[in-house]
Structure formats: structure tokens, C-alpha cells
């Protein structure tokens, strides 16, 4: 099994930047398919953007131009880096991953993924 910590959440005024990791722990992290998805309040939880273990990629409509996923395998890590913030960037930021034993798809959907980081808070102020 899996475990994945989020890490680099905070506060941001709009335009500014943030940077999310996740550390994930297992010897397989580089055949997991991971993604990044978010909950803002009252809304329900969203994909941003979706990775294969061959780092094809996927975006949200929201986040296309503005962030970026991608994965060091060598670190068991996962990144979003968040550029041109918006207030309704604020939510709650899941990481989630798993094993795709083929490769080549980005998945989207939340059950779809096994594995869940316990989220990491993202507040944009205006």
C-alpha cells in the first residue's frame, strides 16, 4: 500500500505562486498514476490535473496555463506547481494515486484512484 503526504499549502495573494508536493511512500511509486484534485467549500472535489507514470498529462480547464504537474520518480514525489493564483484557487488540495500496472492513462474521476493524501490547504486571497 501506499501512503501520501501532502506538503506546501499556505496563504498567497492573487498572482502569486505556490508550489504543492507530495511524498509518496512504496516501492512502486513509478508505475502509479497520480493526480492532484481539490474541494473548496460547499463545492464538491474536483480534479486539476492528472499524471501517468510516463508523466503524460492532464488539466483541468481551470488550471491549463496557469499550473503544472509533474513527478520525480526518483524521489517518490509528485508536484503542482501553482502560477497566476486566483481567489477561486482556494480549497483544499488531495493528492491521489494509483498502481496502472499498463501506463498511458490520466485518470480523472475520484474513484479511480486507491490512495489519498490527507489534503493541504491553499487560501488565495484577493
Known amino acids: 500500500q501506499a501512503q501520501l503526504v501532502e506538503s506546501g499549502g499556505g496563504l498567497v495573494q492573487a498572482g502569486g505562486s505556490l508550489r504543492l508536493s507530495c511524498a509518496a511512500s512504496?516501492?512502486?511509486?513509478?508505475?502509479?498514476?497520480m493526480g492532484w484534485f481539490r474541494q473548496a467549500p460547499g463545492k464538491e472535489r474536483e480534479i486539476v490535473a492528472a499524471?501517468?507514470?510516463?508523466?503524460?498529462?492532464h488539466y483541468a480547464d481551470s488550471a491549463k496555463g496557469r499550473f503544472t504537474i509533474s513527478r520525480d520518480n526518483a524521489k517518490n514525489t509528485v508536484y503542482l506547481q501553482m502560477n497566476s493564483l486566483k481567489p477561486e484557487d482556494t480549497a483544499v488540495y488531495y493528492c491521489?494515486?494509483?498502481?496502472?500496472?499498463?501506463?498511458?492513462?490520466?485518470?480523472?474521476?475520484?474513484?479511480?484512484?486507491?490512495?489519498w493524501g490527507q489534503g493541504t490547504q491553499v487560501t488565495v486571497s484577493s
Open positions: 491521489a494515486g494509483r498502481f496502472d500496472y499498463l501506463g498511458g492513462t490520466t485518470y480523472v474521476r475520484e474513484n479511480e484512484y486507491n490512495y
Open positions: 512504496g516501492r512502486t511509486f513509478s508505475r502509479y498514476a
Open positions: 499524471i501517468t507514470w510516463s508523466s503524460s498529462t
